[in-house]
């Protein structure tokens, strides 16, 4: 007798296969940049956030310094102008303060973020002038999305004390 001898090839299926280590890293891959992305984007709306946080704290300090600059000046200290800088640099006393069109708008540099602020007084629309200016106070500064820019306006009135009656 003779014996005869079949060869059976020996199938392992244990293991991973090629197709599905690729499909794996390339999930793996998408997830990683979606997770760089929306970090990135959550960075860059953060420094948005905070850098028109600071500017609107600009604009109310400007806004607040002119208020004071009028109580201790007086009204007429107020001149009409499309560019004033509020020269606060004489001291901490309003009454030393002066309104400058020089360096206009100037310059404040906070967290490596150069804000421009100016300052504009005019006719408020509805009053005489005489007894009332609206000042505007504009920061504005450049940031990754662009030029940005906050606004306030404000009425001052001539009636601080009690001889100007409105």
Do not use: H
Request: proline share 1%; with cysteine; aromatic share 4%.
């Amino acid at each position: 007798m003779k014996k005869v001898y079949s060869l059976q090839s020996t199938v392992y299926r244990s293991g991973q296969s090629l197709v599905e280590v690729i499909v794996a890293v390339g999930v793996v891959a998408a997830l990683a940049v979606a997770l760089v992305t929306t970090s990135l984007v959550t960075q860059k709306a953060s420094r948005g956030s905070e850098n028109s946080t600071q500017a609107t704290k600009l604009v109310q300090e400007n806004i607040e310094q002119i208020r004071a600059f009028r109580d201790r000046k007086g009204f007429s200290a107020l001149a009409n102008g499309s560019c004033w800088v509020l020269d606060t640099t004489s001291g901490s006393d309003p009454a030393n303060w002066s309104l400058s069109a020089a360096n206009c708008p100037r310059a404040v540099v906070l967290n490596q973020v150069t804000f421009n602020r100016s300052l504009v007084v005019g006719n408020n629309g509805v009053n005489d002038r005489a007894k009332s200016a609206l000042v505007t106070v504009t920061v504005t500064w450049t940031d990754s999305g662009g030029t940005q820019s906050v606004s306030n306006n404000t009425v001052l009135s001539n009636c601080i004390s009690s001889q100007n009656l409105c």
